[in-house]
């Protein structure tokens, strides 16, 4: 694909990370650490993704620890709703899916395609698990200004992902001002005016700015690793940031 670096951000828990720092040792890549923390304001998600932490900041893991415990609760919960709606899905299917990973509302979705439930991923989501849906469960409370400040006294940075679809300037510049450090401007998403406008954007307030595929696996019609090029000057700003700037 002609990569030169690689990030790894999973959903709220730093596993993988040391066996994808390996590989990328291996394929002669740049690693820089990661993970995306599902924080969330009322009546919405607010995704960050925090670069560079120092892994073994201890309220950092605290709160990563807490996110992981409430994915079980929420995951049960969905299937407990699920079944008083008639539909006969088992939690120990999503286990399945999930495996060792924390479960997620796609794991959720997936089991529901697996045991023959939904026609496709898109109708587990649209008929059940989106924001709304019969079986939605909120996650735990999470302020952003909270992440904000775990992530900095871990040394790392705070990117807000995904904001040309899901977040606009408004609260871009609230975020700001509680301890944002950058935008994620590059997403499959969002269209060349987003990311002009979002780049532009981050340029005038000083925040940084990052790109992700936000490739979840194998899904058809989901872009694969490498669909984004960002550019390896803001790998490098990035990395000028943290405690932990990979190799």
């Known amino acids: ?14 596993d993988g990370l040391d066996e994808a720092a390996a590989e990328a040792r291996t394929q002669g890549l740049r690693f820089l650490p990661g993970v995306e923390i ?6 919405r998600s607010v995704h960050i993704l925090a670069f560079g932490m ?3 900041a201890a309220d950092l893991r605290a709160l990563l620890d807490a996110m992981t415990s409430d994915r079980v609760r929420r995951a049960r919960e969905m299937t407990r709703r699920l079944q008083a709606l008639g539909v006969l899905l088992e939690y120990e299917a999503v286990q399945k899916e999930c495996g060792r990973a924390a479960p997620t509302r796609a794991h959720v979705g997936r089991a529901l395609l697996a045991e023959g439930l939904v026609p496709d991923l898109e109708s587990a ?15 735990m409370p999470t302020r952003p200004a909270t992440v904000f400040e775990r992530v900095h006294d871990a040394g790392g940075v705070a990117i807000l992902a ?16 509680e301890g944002l450090d950058g935008v994620e401007v590059l997403h499959p998403e969002n269209r060349d005016d987003v990311r002009a406008r979002l780049s532009a954007l981050a340029r005038r307030l000083g925040l940084l700015q990052s790109g992700g595929s936000d490739w979840h696996g194998p899904s058809p019609g989901r872009p694969g690793m ?3 090029p960002v550019p390896p000057a803001w790998m490098d700003a990035i990395c000028e940031r943290v405690a932990d700037p990979g190799f």
């Not at 694909?1 to 730093?14: A, E, P, Y």
């Not at 599902?38 to 009546?43: I, K, L, R, V």
């Open 1 to 14: 694909m002609g990569l030169v670096g690689v990030s790894l951000s999973d959903h709220d828990t730093f």
């Open 38 to 43: 599902s924080a969330n304001e009322p009546n």
């Open 226 to 228: 490498g669909s984004q």
């Open 54 to 56: 120092d892994r073994r």
């Open 162 to 177: 995904h904001p040309g679809h899901a977040h606009g300037e408004r609260e871009i510049l609230r975020w700001r001002s």
């Open 125 to 139: 989501f649209r008929r059940y698990l989106r924001r709304g849906g019969a079986a939605f469960v909120e996650k």
